[in-house]
């Protein structure tokens, strides 16, 4: 009789446990308390091309303008990649495929907060920008995006919504007063040296006399440190001749950490053609 109580006891707490874990699974898959605190999700290369986005391990797809609508708050893995043709990988290289390779452009976790419509905007390796706006059901409640007509589509092209900027489009902005045009915008990624350390490495470098020696410290300083265009652009200014700069040039683009804006450091050579084997070699590395 006793052993019976106990197993009564046992089955029913069984069954509780079964039944919150049904309840709670529910919730989960409608967002905690349903789509009303879901989050619209929005991603974008700073330059408009195409990536390769895969998002909680799912299905890999390719778009310019990826969109994922009522999705839950909380982090989702994020990974995206681009194809690049590059002759110098053969067929036995690991990255080769199909005659290119594949880069890693952003591999982590994006934090989504609830009822917010998020715009990430790629700018770099591992640099994201994000702008978040209040979700303006109007728009884009259930399932309906700009014009009626996304239906919970992945890589859509938001209508005519072409750039960045307009984003905004049916969305109300967050007030806040210490951010810009009304929007929340946070970076991560790479840092550029800081202040003290680049303006020490501009010291080391003007005590040398001879350009060699110049490029030497500077090569040793982008060895392991990033830069912005405008420093990479101030190193050049401590070389005598084009053939210096041109060559730090080469080996600082990769570790620039907004490449969008290299183009600040034309203005550092002599002789146009200089500019010209820059940009022929960022263009083949980019290719």
Known sequence: MFNQKIGG????????????????????AHGFYGSSYNSDLNIKMWDNSSFIITIDNGHPRKTRNFNLKNI??????VKIVKKKRNHHYGHGHPNHNGGGFVETIFKGNI??????NVFVKIKGKNRLSFKFFKKNH??????????????????SHYG????????????EPINNHASHNNHNEHH??????????FNELVRLMNKE??????LEIARQ??????????????????FTFDSSKLEFAKIAYRNTIDKENYFVVNSKFTFSSSVSDLNNFIRHTNA
Not at 72 to 77: D, I, K, T, Y
């Open 111 to 116: 934090k989504v907060p609830a009822k917010r």
């Open 188 to 197: 991560y990624g790479p840092m550029s040296m800081s202040g003290n350390s």
């Open 138 to 155: 109007n728009h884009h409640g259930n399932g309906h995006g700009h014009n009626n007509h996304h239906n919970n589509s992945h890589g």
């Open 9 to 28: 006891i046992v089955m029913k707490n069984l069954i509780v446990v079964f039944v919150l874990s049904l309840c709670s699974n529910v919730l989960l």
């Open 221 to 238: 300083a982008i060895s392991s440190n990033n830069m912005d265009a405008k420093q990479v652009a101030r190193v050049l200014e401590q």
């Open 160 to 171: 005519s919504l072409n750039h960045y900027d307009d984003w905004n489009y049916g969305c």
């Open 209 to 214: 006399h001879f350009d060699d020696d110049r």
């Open 72 to 77: 839950e708050p909380g982090n989702h893995f």
